[in-house]
């Protein structure tokens, strides 16, 4: 197997010194053991010095399946260069990188003191004024500590609260810093949450939630004592406007697009919160320069020193601010204005500032447009980094469709600025435009988000790793940011199906309002959904795959923490809260109506999850946790859940799947299990519960070959008949296309229908006037790779085991019976987990809905 490798190419005509560059690389089982010597070195011989890897996750074996890597890159202008990964002792040591100490905490507030190996200095603090614009003092949870320390970077972390003025909690924050030991250069990854629960009567979720909180900023400034002069460089490509003794302050204001001023923009009282057109770079009150968009880099100037600061994404991410003034550069992650900031229950944001400590900041300059480190399609491929991975030798129909989100005119990026996708809670997220295909044309387009249904971080996480295309990762890196912050409620205090979990897209065919991201808002007297008028997060939706590949392509600690979030809240949702009450409910919406099934003739009711994507989201979930942890039990429960689902000897005619409006779901959850058969394929473990799994994947497989139709063949039967029913009959083909490898008695047929699904899905997409709609878009790019896949699965994992395979067919009687001891246990299980204090508590926060 070729060594792994990853392409550097300078395609900005800069000159790179000592750019940082992290990613992660996948590996092939048994190619790298922990802690086995390794090392970096250019194709041209050059050694890759200092680095630092650490691993992301484990094959079976123990070996390394995902290493993040590190290190400073140095290119000249349109270079290319390739870095290789030996797998020996490095013949150096790293003599270019520098001691670098531990933060020393200040002395109070949230600051700390950075020596440098001259003996200089610099100081950083961080303050948060709440709506008085009163500084708020801080009680430490985790204290400044090194969470990691190698050869190239030194990272250390805090955590806590910051406190009004009467000492109660605001606000919590956490921040890590990152020292670079070669290049001066120090990023923080500063972030605000709050812990609340939103009350959100009836199932809204508008601004002005009691549980909001509520400040004025929130800032860092770095202090050099040794200071001459300061300036502003407002955009790459132009000159710094210099001050000598007055400050410099760039206020980016909104996004500087031509819907700069769009309802998006809404706060708690419904008033449009941007007041003018981009940013505006100011000496005392004087404007003395302006424009759209600002990337600036601000910076202080001594004799022989300086230091530089730059915000990322700053213009996207508005308002923000970044001031340069005799001795500090202060970066405003949430700048002061009229209006007071609200971070909503379980909501939080973080941001990411770079600072250099040198006087022209040429490394940030380069950051402004960083290099993109592309691993090759085919070391994807090789180990099975992707499952149904293979980089395509032409492209196809449904390559050209998927291009059609790349589209300068109408694809994701251009789309952004239909409703002014930016701002710092917007930002990422994807405009839900298919929403707005009922209104008439002259009809101002409604508010909509997208919140990464059907996992587009994950489908472009793929085309990334497919293409190497920067807009792919651009397009993953953004949403996948935006989702971990803003769409997963982080809350304890809520009710246990709505703790940690993903927030649905905003309601289907209506305005956002003052609803943000959060589905349903109180100026909707009525949902798209027949009979329902609020909600919050559930199973239904629930996509963390991508956020397992954007951690372990990028190294992202709050991708990982919200795969693991995920996962606990579909397991806490699905498995029941502790106590008696939590339990005694779980009967009744759950058993009680299995019971009843089962009492009506219908045996499948004694199962204890529902056929749909719910359930297949649950699975995928747990997969995806079983990726991280996989000593936590995530895998088990998921064959559990497998198994108190389906199986091999079902009525299928029972299940009601081709009623296309409730059945449809079923292919999600299908999906789902043959992920899973793929996984135990991948780490070689053959065994009973893979049988149990294949021998049921079959009985439906072959049902499906038979039975299916398109969904628009009863297009009367549907509540909203429109294209996106076409893009969901690929999943029919992607299905067809898995089972003739593994079904290889019925391949033809298997193939035969494979090949008339994706026929049938290009055929009618490439004519409709729909194909740009956000939702098709991602629908194929979750589902994309299995209908282009061929392989050959090993005759271990073909052939059945007889072993607990063929369960027999349940009568009335015995199914009710298995119905009624599961109710019984899970009373038992509430009686033993019975104390006052939770089901007082429990009960408390179902009644203030």
């Not at 003191?113 to 430490?140: Q, W």
Request: charged share 25%; aromatic share 12%.
């Amino acid at each position: 197997m070729p060594r792994p490798s990853v392409v550097l190419r300078e395609n900005h005509g800069f000159s790179r010194t000592s750019e940082p560059i992290q990613l992660g690389i996948p590996l092939a089982k048994g190619y790298l053991q922990d802690k086995q010597p390794h090392f970096l070195k250019y194709s041209d011989g050059e050694l890759v010095i200092p680095f630092q890897t650490r691993p992301l996750s484990y094959w079976p074996d123990n070996s390394v399946r995902w290493l993040q890597v590190a290190f400073p890159a140095d290119l000249a202008p349109n270079q290319t260069r390739v870095v290789e990964l030996f797998k020996e002792e490095p013949s150096l040591n790293n003599p270019n990188s520098q001691v670098v100490p531990p933060v020393q905490p200040a002395d109070s507030g949230l600051g700390i003191r950075i020596m440098l190996p001259n003996g200089d200095y610099r100081e950083m603090e961080f303050e948060l004024k709440d709506p008085l614009n009163t500084s708020c003092s801080v009680r430490f949870e985790k204290k400044w500590a090194v969470v990691e320390d190698g050869t190239y970077f030194l990272r250390s972390r805090s955590e806590g609260v910051f406190l009004t003025s009467a000492g109660t909690d605001l606000v919590r924050f956490f921040i890590d810093i990152q020292l670079f030991k070669v290049g001066e250069l120090i990023r923080v990854d500063a972030g605000l949450h709050n812990p609340r629960r939103a009350v959100h009567k009836g199932g809204l979720w508008d601004l002005g939630d009691p549980g909001s909180v509520y400040f004025k900023s929130f800032s860092l400034s770095v202090r050099q004592m040794d200071s001459r002069s300061q300036w502003i460089r407002p955009q790459p490509g132009v000159e710094p406007i210099f001050s000598e003794n007055e400050a410099l302050i760039l206020h980016q204001e909104s996004s500087g697009g031509e819907n700069w001023n769009s309802n998006n923009h809404l706060n708690r009282d419904g008033v449009v919160t941007t007041r003018y057109r981009g940013f505006r770079l100011f000496r005392k009150s004087e404007v003395v320069d302006d424009g759209y968009r600002a990337s600036p880099v601000a910076g202080v100037t001594g004799e022989n020193s300086g230091t530089c600061a730059q915000l990322s994404e700053f213009w996207q991410n508005f308002p923000s601010s970044i001031k340069a003034e005799r001795g500090c550069v202060t970066i405003g992650f949430f700048p002061e204005t009229e209006l007071d900031y609200e971070l909503q229950g379980g909501e939080q944001k973080r941001q990411t500032a770079w600072i250099q400590l040198t006087p022209a900041g040429e490394t940030l300059l380069n950051l402004q447009s960083p290099l993109t480190p592309v691993i090759p399609a085919e070391h994807y491929a090789n180990t099975k980094a992707f499952s149904c991975f293979s980089p395509p030798e032409e492209t196809d129909e449904i390559d050209s469709l998927i291009g059609l989100a790349l589209s300068p005119e109408e694809g994701f990026l251009k789309k952004r600025e239909i409703i002014d996708e930016y701002g710092w809670r917007n930002f990422g997220d994807l405009y839900a435009d298919h929403e707005c295909m009922y209104l008439p044309s002259d009809h101002p387009r409604f508010i909509t988000h997208y919140n990464n249904q059907y996992d587009a971080i994950y489908g472009f996480a793929r085309q990334f790793a497919l293409t190497g295309d920067r807009r792919w990762f651009e397009l993953m890196d953004d949403l996948a940011k935006h989702v971990a912050d803003i769409d997963i409620y982080h809350t304890d205090d809520d009710r246990t199906e709505y703790n940690r979990g993903m927030f649905w897209h905003t309601d289907h065919y209506l305005d956002a309002h003052t609803a943000t991201h959060r589905t349903y808002s109180r100026f909707n007297s009525t949902s798209s959904i027949p009979g329902q008028t609020g909600g919050g997060p559930a199973a239904e939706h629930c996509y963390s795959t991508g956020l397992l590949y954007h951690f372990w392509m990028t190294g992202s600690e709050s991708s990982r923490s919200a795969v693991i979030e995920l996962a606990t809240w579909m397991r806490n949702a699905h498995e029941g809260s502790k106590g008696l009450l939590a339990q005694v409910l779980a009967v009744k919406k759950t058993d009680l109506p299995r019971l009843k099934k089962v009492w009506g003739g219908n045996t499948n009711g004694v199962y204890r999850y529902p056929f749909t994507r719910g359930t297949g989201n649950y699975i995928n979930t747990l997969l995806d946790a079983s990726m991280l942890e996989p000593d936590e039990g995530w895998l088990d429960l998921a064959e559990s859940v497998i198994r108190s689902t389906i199986g091999p000897m079902d009525n299928i005619e029972q299940r009601g799947l081709l009623d296309a409006e409730t059945g449809w779901h079923y292919l999600v959850l299908l999906s789902a299990m043959t992920r899973y058969l793929w996984m135990k394929l991948d780490n070689n473990t053959i065994d009973e519960p893979y049988h149990y799994t294949l021998a049921s994947l079959r009985h439906y497989w072959r049902w499906m070959a038979k039975n299916e139709r398109p969904f628009m063949d009863d297009s009367e039967n549907l509540e909203f008949p429109n294209d996106t029913w076409v893009a969901q009959d690929f999943r029919k083909a992607v299905l067809m296309k898995q089972a003739a490898l593994f079904d290889t008695a019925h391949r033809k047929i298997y193939e035969e229908k494979a090949s008339e699904w994706s026929l049938y899905v290009t055929q009618k997409l490439q004519a409709s006037e729909e194909r740009f709609f956000t939702r098709i878009l991602i629908i194929l790019l979750q589902n994309y790779g299995p209908h282009r896949f061929q392989t050959t699965i090993p005759e271990k994992g073909q052939l059945l085991s007889p072993t607990n395979t063929n369960r027999m067919a349940l009568t009335k009687a015995k199914s009710t019976l298995r119905v009624l001891i599961q109710i019984g246990r899970r009373i038992g299980r509430g009686l033993l987990q019975f104390r006052p204090s939770r089901e007082s508590s429990w009960l408390k926060i179902r009644l203030e809905r």
